[in-house]
């Protein structure tokens, strides 16, 4: 069974670049699980997927984040990186790390990582 940790600092000042990695354990960014993908859940609201990495590095944004949005991969350290650019109070939520097996399917979540916007 895959198991996803995030990590990345709680607090993040507008405008500035939120960076999460997420390390995986007991599975491969490139096997098994071959597709990687970042969920948020702002405070009060539904779970908004953000975007998706495939095993080949092919990448699968929301059209809304597309422009601030960039999911990367690091095969040799089984981690992938989530980086949101010029981010405002709405960005503010629990950001979770996601593995599937297609590029529809979110079958293993991290426990997710509170990320506050604020100056």
């Known amino acids: 069974q895959v198991q996803l940790q995030e990590s990345g600092p709680g607090l993040v000042k507008p405008s500035q670049t939120l960076s999460l990695t997420c390390t995986v354990s007991?599975?491969?960014?490139?096997?098994?699980?071959?597709?990687w993908s970042w969920i948020r859940q702002p405070p009060g609201k539904g779970l908004e997927w953000m975007g998706t990495?495939?095993?080949?590095?092919?990448?699968n944004y929301v059209p809304s984040l597309k422009s601030r949005t960039d999911i990367s991969r690091d095969a040799a350290r089984n981690q992938f990186t989530l980086q949101l650019t010029s981010v405002t109070p709405e960005d503010t939520g629990v950001y979770y790390c996601?593995?599937?097996?297609?590029?529809?399917?979110?079958?293993?979540w991290g426990q997710g990582t509170q990320v506050i916007v604020s100056s």
């Open positions: 007991g599975g491969s960014t490139t096997t098994n699980y071959n597709y």
């Open positions: 990495i495939s095993y080949s590095g092919s990448t």
């Open positions: 996601v593995a599937g097996a297609s590029w529809a399917d979110f079958g293993s």
